[in-house]
């Protein structure tokens, strides 16, 4: 199996991510039932035993010692780092894995890029070494940061390019989160336009998401969660919630609208991280969907969302998942492709489903679009 490393940068990139890690372990926690750090783990997670001195992790098959996420965390201030690192998620992380400064990019995309970038540069390739270094197979690199921070925005596309200055090879997938037109952030179209420039140049695959599109999603999953109607009421287990009560209680900012990009991540990732007769390969994502090496930005799109009490999914239901798919109010950015041209496709469905109910429903949607090209990818994973 191989092995990918998230990279999250600034406010926005290392509170989704730690929202993704939360997930991921609740996951993991949920299959893995004999406490066996197994290959599945092993993609997302290092097995590291504290009591040995030099601090390597332990192969596959032996017992789950402790999990460290392959993960990179970068934000040029301490705040929110911290308050991970003392969190219930701090033990996933170790401080080699850690990389912060105190004052922050102050919302300026060139204190990020240039000032912060070339003063740093040295530190963040050898975090990025260290992380590679544990794995066996690297495949993907996967950065999360904001477009409107200065951080995020300009050491996120300077980490960007020492990605693919270091390792040319490895997919780099990049989820960057786009500004509301409300945004209290002055700056921050400055910094999306300047970072967009960086992310057309040198990621192989971008999945925007925009803030409007979070909160939109957020208030209509507490409208319909407030109807008191039978189904409406949220799992409490449900993913698309944290672990502290998500939706259903007050939380920190952006908790809720995170988790749901989580999820996006960790659908994306469920191929890489459990097995799966039609499981595809990280790579195949670019290799399928992106025509020409700058068109790579893919409109990201989850369904279910609004039926969160459901996770089993009867045929009736998954004819109605595949429309959603496809309506505006299941993106996470504010896009309308029908407008325009959609030049390919992916679904990527989780949990048990008929292939046979997959193909019905893509001939139904190509058979409208006759140029589209689906390509389908299932993993039977829980979700
Ligand atoms: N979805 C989401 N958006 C966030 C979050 N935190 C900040 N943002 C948005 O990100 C932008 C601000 O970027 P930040 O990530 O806070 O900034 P930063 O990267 O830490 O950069 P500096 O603070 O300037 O050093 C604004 O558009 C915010 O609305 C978050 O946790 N989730
Ligand atoms: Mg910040």
């Known amino acids: 199996m191989t092995q990918s490393v998230v990279v999250q940068v600034g406010q926005a990139g290392n509170q989704v991510g730690c929202r993704f890690w939360d997930l991921a372990l609740r996951e993991h926690a949920h299959v893995n039932k004999k406490g066996l750090y197994d290959e599945a783990l092993s993609s997302f997670f290092r097995n590291v035993d504290s009591r040995r001195s030099d601090g390597r992790a332990c192969g596959v098959g032996g017992r789950i010692q402790h999990l460290k996420a392959r993960a990179v965390l970068v934000d040029m201030e301490e705040g929110v780092v911290n308050e991970i690192l003392q969190g219930p998620l701090g033990e996933v992380f170790d401080s080699t894995q850690l990389l912060t400064d105190v004052s922050g990019s102050g919302n300026n995309w060139a204190v990020g890029h240039m000032t ?9 390739v050898d975090h990025l070494r260290k992380a590679a270094e544990h794995c066996d197979c690297l495949q993907c690199f996967f950065l999360i940061h904001s477009m409107g921070g200065g951080t995020g925005s300009g050491l996120g596309t300077r980490v960007l390019s020492l990605l693919e200055e270091e390792f040319p090879e490895v997919c780099r997938i990049v989820t960057s989160i786009y500004p509301s037109a409300e945004d209290d952030v002055i700056t921050s179209p400055y910094n999306s336009v300047l970072a967009m420039r960086e992310l057309t140049e040198h990621a192989d695959c971008v999945l925007p998401v925009e803030n409007q599109s979070l909160v939109d999603i957020v208030n209509k999953i507490k409208r319909m969660s407030h109807t008191g109607k039978p189904g409406s009421m949220i799992k409490r287990d449900s993913t698309i919630i944290s672990g502290q009560g998500g939706l259903t209680r007050a939380e920190k900012p952006f908790d809720d609208m995170n988790n749901i990009v989580a999820n996006l991540l960790l659908n994306i990732t469920s191929s890489a991280r459990f097995d799966g007769s039609l499981n595809m390969d990280l790579n195949e994502i670019a290799m399928n969907l992106v025509p020409f090496p700058r068109l790579h930005y893919l409109v990201p799109s989850l369904t279910p969302l609004y039926t969160l009490t459901d996770v089993s999914v009867p045929t009736r239901r998954l004819d109605q998942m595949f429309s959603d798919a496809f309506s505006k109010d299941h993106q996470l950015i504010r896009a309308d492709p029908k407008h325009s041209l959609y030049l390919a ?27 589209v090209q689906f390509p389908l990818w299932a993993t039977h994973t829980p979700c």
Do not use: P
């Open 345 to 371: 496709c992916a679904l990527m469905v989780r949990g048990q489903v008929q292939v046979s109910d997959l193909r019905r429903n893509i001939e139904r949607k190509a058979g409208r679009q006759a140029y």
């Open 116 to 124: 912060y970038g070339l003063a740093y540069r040295e530190q963040i």
